[in-house]
């Protein structure tokens, strides 16, 4: 049965699109609407002459027989979408044209389609050619639907016979074909289409419904407003830094699926290791137990990370790996008998949505509902050791611990600060005595061409946090290692002392050794020179950026390439990025922005010549997006 209501869209005008709704709306005994008409005689008065249905008014009619776009501005009219609603009850929606017809378009707004169909949150069928031909307009169209972030339920095919194109369509388009009637006039063969009609959609499985915003019913989608939202597509693979979606299109991942991954989505190496250990056992409590993965990684983790800083906590992800140093440091210090219970964190920080991750980050829009839940902290400038010299002077004996992004503020903007500046906060908290808390969970593993973000600043912090890249990105792990001095604080006849924290999937086997072979491919893919090869790439082929105006304060630094677009309210806000973002997906390009920051942190398998055919991408969106006056 298909979904109700139902838009109706064809591969171009003349399709037969007309003739199928009417006979949907009849076989399926539903009322007719389409929304805006072009031209007289209209087809609703068609449509009731020759089926019969009941039928809908119209929100516009247009005189001009045109595209809803042209014949608009013929009357100077324009398309109010909010004042759009749906007409009650069974219905068959018919569209304009095809799918790439604009319905409305002035200087600075063009209402497309799929602008339509999401805000009525209907599920799309079209109807295509049968014949020669067809394969080029039904692929193209159903690939422009879903560029659009909406997924087609099905195809009705008119015209004779043609089995070929019949058995290839839902191989190719990646969907059933429904229905195909034979092209005919109304009325004469109404009956007779009809019941043909009828007959092939009982037999017919049309693909999964998804009308555009009611997956998010049962799906909620993080750091997404859910009202009228519309997925960019199904993920069905993932392999090196390429997303292939359902209907076989592949996007370039452009920002390692939220920076987690590393050498590549989906790598042999880590994939056969989690199947591996998943064969030998799954998860066993760490509490009274060991195993060989934790224990390896562990003891390779203190190998390559700095100085002493070799003692291992294993929890979740991110935020759990901030949550669990802050707890470590307030238990630490108390436990050496130091009375600290502050901590000093830096404007425009992200640690995590858990509450400690939250109180040590940047207030604003995304905590303002959690301020019950969160603690005081101290937030300075960042990058400006001066006002942290000054601030600790005064206050450093309170503090616990002084938690930073060493090098990037990555939610913040991709916000660089310097070498020095790391320098200056090692020894300020060296001379009041405070721990150096680094948040390494975006930079860590090499992001910002060395393996540590404090690599740039050859020091050794007090704690750091280690997540996303951890496993290589391909499971959730956090890790929270800690120097010696600290560590030893836990040691202790009293039990009471130990440090009373733990999750669930503390240590998960399957983790640890996704994380042993990410670390191994350090070493056999050459890692940290693949960064450098990204780095030089970015360099290379940003260079029109630097003069394109409009856009400020470009910035490279290892995998990550950020730049600013000026003229909107700027901030998180700011529409600008989604924009240039949705004209990159068009072109296989996915990035996600941060406001008007736009940015780009692939996986680092990511090669020189993919590089510089997705900063070109960004380049043009960019542009283009200037160009309309952003
Ligand atoms: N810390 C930093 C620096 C981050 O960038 C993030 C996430 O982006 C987190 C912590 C939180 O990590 P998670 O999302 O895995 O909880």
């Known amino acids: ?26 076989v399926l005994d539903r009322a007719y609407w389409k929304p805006v008409q072009a031209g007289r005689p209209t087809d609703r008065d068609t449509v009731a002459a020759l089926t019969g249905v009941p039928t809908h008014p119209e929100a516009l009619v247009l005189e001009r027989p045109a595209s809803p776009h042209a014949a608009l501005q013929t009357e100077g009219r324009t398309l109010d979408l909010e004042a759009l609603t749906l007409p009650a009850g069974p219905l068959i929606v018919e569209g304009a044209g095809g799918w790439m017809v604009p319905y409305s378009m002035t200087d ?6 799929a602008d339509v ?16 031909g ?49 092209r005919a006039t109304l009325p004469d063969d109404a009956p007779k289409l009809a019941a043909s009609l009828r007959q092939q959609l009982d037999q017919a499985s049309p693909g999964p419904v998804r009308s555009p915003g009611r997956e998010a019913e049962g799906l909620w989608h993080p750091f997404t407003q859910l009202k009228g939202f519309v997925p960019r597509g199904n993920v069905v693979r993932a392999e090196g830094a390429w997303l ?6 592949r996007v370039l991942d452009g920002i390692s699926s939220w920076w987690v991954t590393l050498h590549g989505h989906s790598h042999p190496a880590v994939m056969a290791a989690i199947a591996e250990q998943a064969h030998t056992f799954d998860q066993v409590i760490l509490a009274d137990f060991a195993h060989g993965p934790a224990v390896e990684l562990s003891a390779q983790l203190a190998q390559v990370l700095p100085g002493d800083v070799d003692h291992v ?75 942290l010299d000054a601030w600790l002077d005064a206050h450093g004996h309170e503090v616990a611990g002084v938690i930073l992004e060493p090098m990037v503020q990555g939610a913040a903007g991709m916000r660089f600060c310097s070498a020095e500046f790391l320098v200056r906060v090692r020894a300020a908290c060296d001379r009041v005595g405070a721990w150096m808390i680094t948040d390494e969970v975006f930079t860590g593993f090499g992001r910002t061409g060395r393996m540590w973000a404090s690599d740039h600043a050859n020091l050794v912090p007090d704690i750091m946090c280690l997540s996303k890249g951890l496993t290589g990105g391909s499971i959730a792990m ?9 560590f030893e604080a836990f040691l202790d006849d009293d039990h009471a002392r130990a440090f009373l924290h733990g999750h669930s999937y503390t240590g998960s086997p399957i983790a640890c050794a996704a994380s042993l072979a990410s670390l191994a491919l350090f070493e056999t893919e050459g890692t940290l020179a693949r960064v450098a090869a990204i780095e030089a790439a970015y360099t290379q082929a940003s260079a029109p950026l630097r003069d394109l105006e409009g856009v400020e304060n470009l910035r490279i630094r290892g995998d990550i390439l950020a730049y600013e677009v000026k003229g909107g309210p700027g901030g998180y806000f700011d529409p600008v990025g989604r924009r240039i973002c949705d004209r990159a997906f068009a072109e296989d390009l996915y990035v996600r922005p941060l406001g008007n920051t736009l ?32």
Not at 108 to 113: E, I, K, P, S, T
Not at 117 to 132: F, K, N
Not at 478 to 486: L, P, S
Not at 618 to 629: D, M, P, Q, S
């Open 1 to 26: 049965m298909l979904p109700d209501p139902i838009y109706v869209t064809g591969t171009d005008t003349d399709v037969g699109k007309t003739v199928v709704s009417a006979l949907l709306a009849q």
């Open 108 to 113: 600075d707004h063009v209402v497309w389609q």
């Open 117 to 132: 169909v999401r805000h009525l949150r209907l599920p799309v069928i079209v109807v295509a050619r049968s014949g020669l």
């Open 134 to 182: 067809t394969l080029n307009h039904t692929l193209s169209t159903l690939r422009a639907i879903r560029a659009d972030g909406i997924v087609p339920v099905g195809l009705i095919l008119v015209g004779p016979a043609h089995p070929e194109n019949e058995r290839d369509l839902p191989r190719l388009g990646g969907v059933p074909v429904l229905a195909r009637l034979d």
């Open 244 to 249: 292939t979606l359902g209907n076989g299109r």
């Open 313 to 387: 906590f294993y929890s979740d992800d991110g935020s759990t790996s901030v949550e669990v140093a802050l707890k470590m440091a307030l238990q630490g210090h108390r436990q050496l008998g130091a009375n600290r219970t502050r901590f000093v964190a830096f404007d425009g920080a992200y640690h995590g949505d858990t509450a400690g991750a939250m109180s040590v980050g940047e207030r604003g829009p995304f905590t303002d509902a959690f301020e019950p839940m969160m603690f005081d902290v101290t937030h300075l400038p960042y990058d400006d050791a001066d006002a």
């Open 478 to 486: 956090g890790a929270t290692a800690c120097r010696t001095h600290i």
């Open 599 to 630: 940015y780009m942190v692939p996986p680092l398998c990511t090669t020189p010549a993919e590089i510089a055919w997705a900063v070109d991408i960004l380049i043009r969106a960019t542009r283009a997006e200037l160009g309309r006056g952003a």
